[in-house]
C-alpha cells in the first residue's frame, strides 16, 4: 500500500427528517446566500423545509445554478455576495448545486485578477466562504469532498478544481428527497458513482485488499440497489442504500494509499463541454473505450473485477476481460444509458477537437501517466 495523508472533516447527518437539523449547523448571525438550481426543490418539498429550519435566519437566494454549473452564472452570485456582505453559503441541490456553490465560495475570497484562474490556472485557493449542504442527487460525491467542476460557455469548456478549503461543513442526506427524481438522473446517479469506484480501483495491485474489498462492496450495492430505485422511486431502504454508496464512491476514502486513473472523467468533461451531454453519460461511452486500451496495463485489476464483481473465471485472460467489459456496458444499458458515440449524435470531428485540446494542454493521464491525444482518439473511436 502507498502512503497516505486522509482527512474528511464534513459533518454528514443521514436520514429522513435531518434537514431540520440545519438549524443547529447554521452559525447565528451570520447572511446566508441559499443557492440552488432549476426549481425541482420548489415541486418536491425540499425548499419548504429548508425554509422551516432556517426560519429567523437572514437568508438570501441565489436559484438558476445550471447542470453543469456554468462561470457566467456563478460569477453573478459572486457580485452578490461581494455586495451583501453574505458570510455563509447554503446549497440546496445536486451536484451542479454543490460544484457551483464550491466555485462561489473559493471565488468570492480570490485575491487574484480573475478566479476563472482556480479553474484554468488551478490558482490555489488560500480562502473561502464556509459551506453548508442539502444534497437532492445521489451521484457525485461532492456533498463529501472537496472538488468543483465548471464550464464556461464563451470557450466551450469544462474544468476542474479541487480544494478542502471548499468541503462543506456539513451536509444533509435525507433519501426521501430523491423520491422526486427523474429516471433520467438515478441512472446518471448510478453510473456516475459506479464510474468513481472504478476510477480509483481499476489500476493495479499495489496489495490494499481492504480498500479493494470496499470499492468491490460499492460496486456490488450500486448493482443491486440502483435497480430497485429505478423500479420504485418509494423504496426507503433502496434510496438510503443508493444514496449512501454514492457518498462513499467519491469522499476520498477509497483512494487511499493507492493509485488513481481518472482518464476517463477528463475525457468525458470534453464530451459535456463540446456537446452538453450528461455527465454520466459521457462516462459510459468512454469507459468501455479505455477498459479495451489499457487491458495489459490494468490486466490484473480488470480480472479480479470480472471475477469478484461479475462472477467471470472461465476462458483466456482476454475473453475475460473481453466479458467484463461486455458486463459493464449491459449493466449501464440496462439502466437506461447508451454507451456509444453515435447514440448522442456525436459526429467523428469531435474526436480530433478533444485530442487537440489534450495536445495543447500537455495531459498525460491516468495511473501510468500514458494517455495523450493519440490514446483518446483510439478510445473514442472505438466507440463510434
Ligand atoms: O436544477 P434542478 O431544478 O434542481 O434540477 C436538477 C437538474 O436538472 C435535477 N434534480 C436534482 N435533484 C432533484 C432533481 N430533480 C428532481 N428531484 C430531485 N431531488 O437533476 C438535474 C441534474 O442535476 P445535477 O446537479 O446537474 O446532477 P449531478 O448531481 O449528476 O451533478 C453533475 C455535475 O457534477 C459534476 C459533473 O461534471 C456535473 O457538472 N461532478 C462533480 C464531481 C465532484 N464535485 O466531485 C465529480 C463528478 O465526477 C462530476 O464531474
Ligand atoms: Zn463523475
Known amino acids: 500500500m502507498n502512503n497516505f495523508t486522509f482527512q474528511n472533516p464534513v459533518k454528514v447527518l443521514f436520514g429522513k427528517g435531518q434537514i431540520a437539523q440545519i438549524r443547529e449547523q447554521l452559525p447565528a448571525n451570520s447572511k446566508i446566500l441559499l443557492t440552488y438550481g432549476g426549481g425541482s426543490i420548489f415541486k418536491n418539498g425540499v425548499y419548504q423545509q429548508v425554509k422551516e429550519a ?33 458570510d455563509y453559503l447554503l446549497a440546496v441541490g445536486g451536484g451542479s448545486v454543490l460544484d457551483g456553490t464550491k466555485f462561489i465560495a473559493a471565488a468570492v475570497c480570490f485575491e487574484g485578477a480573475d478566479p476563472w484562474d482556480i479553474l484554468a490556472k488551478q490558482a ?7 459551506i453548508g449542504a442539502v444534497l437532492t442527487l445521489p451521484a457525485t460525491g461532492s456533498e ?33 428527497v430523491i423520491f422526486s427524481l427523474p429516471d433520467r438522473q438515478v441512472a446518471n446517479g448510478v453510473v456516475d458513482a459506479f464510474v468513481h469506484v472504478m476510477e480509483q480501483y481499476l489500476t493495479y495491485p499495489v496489495n490494499a485488499p481492504l480498500q479493494d474489498r470496499m470499492a468491490e462492496g460499492i460496486l456490488h450495492t450500486l448493482i443491486e440497489e440502483g435497480p430497485k430505485v429505478l423500479a420504485n422511486r418509494n423504496d426507503y ?12 464512491a467519491l469522499n ?10 481518472w482518464a476517463t472523467h477528463l475525457i468525458g468533461h470534453e464530451l459535456t463541454a463540446y456537446h452538453g451531454i450528461d455527465h454520466a453519460r459521457t462516462l459510459a461511452i468512454v469507459l468501455p ?27 483466456t485472460t482476454n475473453e475475460r476481460i473481453d466479458a467484463a467489459i461486455a458486463k459493464t456496458v449491459e449493466f449501464f444499458e440496462s439502466v ?34 500514458d494517455i495523450g491525444p493519440k490514446e483518446v482518439s483510439e478510445i473514442l473511436e472505438s466507440r463510434l
Not at 490555489?124 to 464556509?130: G, S
Open 336 to 369: 437506461g444509458i447508451k454507451t456509444k458515440l453515435p447514440d448522442y449524435d456525436v459526429p467523428s470531428e469531435t474526436i480530433g477537437k478533444i485530442a487537440e485540446r489534450f495536445e495543447q494542454r500537455g495531459y498525460k493521464v491516468g495511473e501510468h501517466g
Open 252 to 261: 476520498g476514502l477509497i483512494a487511499v494509499g493507492v493509485p488513481q486513473d
Open 54 to 86: 432556517t426560519n429567523g435566519f437572514n437568508i438570501l437566494e441565489f436559484g438558476g445554478i445550471e447542470a453543469n454549473p456554468k462561470f457566467e452564472t456563478l460569477m453573478k452570485a459572486v457580485a452578490i455576495c461581494k455586495d451583501e456582505q453574505i
Open 289 to 315: 473505450g479505455m477498459m479495451d486500451l489499457k487491458r495489459e496495463n490494468k490486466e490484473a485489476k480488470l480480472l479480479q473485477y470480472g471475477e469478484r464483481i461479475w462472477g467471470i473465471n472461465q476462458g
Open 124 to 130: 490555489e485557493v488560500k480562502a473561502a466562504l464556509p
Open 144 to 176: 463529501m469532498n472537496g472538488n468543483s467542476v465548471v464550464s464556461r460557455i464563451e470557450t466551450q469548456e469544462k474544468l476542474a478544481f479541487g480544494s478542502p478549503m471548499v468541503m462543506p461543513q456539513f451536509s444533509v442526506l435525507d433519501p426521501e
Open 237 to 248: 431502504d433502496a434510496a438510503a442504500n443508493f444514496m449512501w454508496s454514492a457518498t462513499m
